[in-house]
Structure formats: C-alpha cells, structure tokens
C-alpha cells in the first residue's frame, strides 16, 4: 500500500488550547479521501499542516513516504482548491485558473492548452474569456476547481469547495470531482462537514472528532459497521438511530423491547447505546424482525424515498422508506419492524460490542 500523506503523533495548540493531540493518519495514493467531521473538528488545521502554512507542534507530516514537516509550502506539489473562491476579479477566468503555471514562470503559450482542459474538464470552456462578475456562483466554483488541478501533481487537496452551494449545483460537481480523480490518476484530499458528500464522494473516509481521529478505512466497510457511536452518529443521512438499553447477561433490554444480543459482552450488566439506520426500520414487518408500535407524527417526501419520523413512547426514531414499498405514508399507529442483524451495540466508551441480535 502506498502512502501519499502519513501524520505521525502531530500535535497542534493554539492559544493554550490543544486542536490535534497525537494524531496519526494514513491516506493512500490515488484514492478518494473525505476528511469528515463536525465543524471545529480539526479539518482545517490538518490541511494547514499539509500544504505547509503551518507546522506542527511535534510529530511529522509525510508526503509521498518522505519527510516534509519543514518543507515550505511551494515546494510541497500540491494542487489546492480553497473553500472560498478567492478568484481575481480583474483578471479572466482562462488567468485566474492560469495564475498557478504563471507563478511557476511557465509560458503563456505553454499554459494555455492546460488551462483549456482543465476549463474542458469542468465544462467552463465557453467561459475563459470572461470575468468572475460575470459568472454564478456555481460557474465561480468550477473556476476554482479548475484552478485547483491545473498544477501537475499526484495530490490534490480541496478544502470544502462546495459549500454555500445549492444542492443541485453539489450534485453535478460530485460527477465532476469523481471523474477527475479517475482521470488524472491521483490522490483527492477533500475536506467536509456534510455526511451527504462524504458518503457520495468518498472511497476512502477518515472521521475526525475534537481533533481524534475516531474512524478510517473504506466508506462501505466504515459506514456498515462503525466502530465508535460517534462515527454512526455523525455519518449517516437521515442521522442514526441512538437510544440506550441495559445488556444482562446477553439480553438487552430497550425502548422497543427485549432482545438477546450477539456480543462478546455475555455476563454481568451494563449500559449501552443501540443503534440502527432509519432505512432498516420497515413499515412491513416480518417474524424475524424485533416488533413494536410506534406513531408516525411527520412524513417528509424526498422524491424517491420518505422520510418518517417517529413517537415510539417517547422515543424518537426516524426512518428511510423508499417509494417503492410505500407508495403511501400517513402520520398513525403503525407497526415497526427493524432487521435484528443491522442492530449494533455501543458500551459507555462509545466502542462496538456487538452487532445483531435474536
């Protein structure tokens, strides 16, 4: 496995408060990478370690398996693409996405054709000769994008690029990012607060809180079966089902009833926390499933799937149904079933014990 960005035990304090205690991480080369986590999380102060505007307190920060901890940042090779668009007004867009190969003193006559496909790539050819007053704020993002990947390198690092976005706008560049990292054969380092874009973006996640990381591996394996309870809370849309039980001697006892739990945890009591995603809650359940009565007080419509929020006495649960197993939805009674092996456990650490139950 090849490593493009390795932190070893970094640290970083500001002001007396320490943001990254001893963090290590691994990303591999030619993947795409989402950083994840709350804002505050750390994200951003990892990127600043990165691309060298900053240095860590202890610990190194490799790149491509050598040392870079005191590399000056324009000598990293890095493509950057910054959260906001920090485009030129004065200049058009073919030399604002340019201005990267001019700092390096390439040529104009040299630059063009790269900044013609990179323009092509993002489909902001028709735009190069005009100014950024003059584009949408979608158009102004692709131009930073494109920017972004001008540089020829193996490792690209965008800093929530898509943010302030409407939704629509987000979808179209997720094609965009996912096709040119395919393209241009190289490691993306995409940072972002929105479980939505990780889940759709990322072959690879790593998910950061209070500047810990909680979580890595490959998003399946990662959003299947997390092995911390704040991962499943925070990686996940519509967000994880969380609710406390008591497991005694293998049997939990819950909200919506009673089960024996598969876990390594079979003597004794203690307290936990049950998860379960919204779309493993069905509205038809079967004999197998783990039973209960719940009311539906809201139905939101997303197109393909409902969104059903429910009142289990007292305890609010929310789930995903797609269209197509209820082409109805009505706030009532109704029975709920949630798919036993899809149950996971947390002990009071927030670490899994146990996933499934019988």
């Not at 900044?115 to 993002?141: T, W």
Request: hydrophobic share 40%; proline share 5%.
């Amino acid at each position: 496995m090849a490593l493009a960005v390795e932190f070893q035990n970094v640290s970083k304090t500001y002001s007396g408060t320490k943001v990254l205690d001893q963090l290590s991480m691994q990303i591999e080369a030619n993947t795409f990478t989402v950083l994840f986590g709350a804002p505050g999380s750390g994200k951003s102060v990892i990127l600043r370690l990165l691309t060298g505007l900053e240095k860590p307190d202890r610990g190194r920060v490799m790149l491509r398996g050598e040392d870079a901890t005191h590399i000056p940042p324009g000598d990293r090779n890095l493509g950057y693409v910054p959260q906001s668009f920090a485009l030129y007004p004065h200049y058009k867009v073919a030399d604002n996405i340019g201005y990267p190969l001019q700092l390096m003193g390439m040529p104009a006559a040299q630059r063009k054709p790269i900044v013609e496909s990179a323009a092509e790539s993002l489909k902001i050819a028709h735009l190069l000769d005009k100014k950024p007053d003059q584009l949408s704020g979608g158009e102004k993002q692709r131009v930073a994008i494109a920017r972004g990947i001008v540089k020829h390198t193996d490792i690209f690092v965008l800093d929530d690029p898509l943010t302030g976005l409407d939704f629509k706008l987000r979808e179209q560049l997720f094609d965009d990012l996912r096709a040119m990292r395919e393209s241009l054969n190289a490691t993306f380092i995409y940072t972002t607060s929105d479980a939505l874009e990780a889940l759709i973006l990322a072959e690879q996640v790593i998910v950061f809180d209070s500047g810990w990381t909680i979580e890595a591996g490959k998003l399946e394996t990662v959003y299947a079966r997390p092995n911390h309870v704040r991962t499943m809370a925070l990686l996940g849309f519509p967000e994880a089902n969380l609710f406390d039980g008591t497991l005694e001697n293998g049997v939990c006892h819950s909200p919506i009833g009673q089960f024996r739990a598969h876990t390594h945890l079979n003597g004794g009591a203690a307290s936990v926390k049950i998860a379960a995603r919204p779309q493993h809650l069905q509205f038809t359940p079967t004999d197998e499933m783990i039973v209960f009565d719940a009311e539906i007080t809201l139905v939101e419509d997303l197109g393909g799937e409902f969104v059903a929020y429910l009142d289990a006495r007292g305890l609010s649960l929310t789930a995903l149904v797609r269209h197509a197993d209820a082409s109805e939805l009505t706030e009532g009674r109704v029975r709920v079933g949630i798919q036993p092996e899809k149950l996971l456990l947390y002990d009071q650490d927030g670490y899994l014990i146990g996933q499934g139950a019988s």
